[in-house]
């Protein structure tokens, strides 16, 4: 078995209906240009107030993927 490398980056999610959408939302983007995506992690949740209500919700993650092996 071949030793993996895994890299993280953060990305943010935003959704005017859930801190779930918003970590969906950013899951599937991040998918379409990340392979191998492996897990995930909340480091932060956030919120913008309109009006006294709830605008928007704004979720920071923490993306894990496995780098490609570059060997032939």
Known sequence: MADNIYRKTEIVGTSETSVDD?????????????????????????GHVENGEIGHYQVTLKVGFALEDTKP
């Open 22 to 46: 918003a970590i969906q939302g950013a899951i599937k983007r991040a998918a379409a240009t990340l392979r191998q995506i492996g897990w995930f992690e909340v480091s932060e949740i956030r």
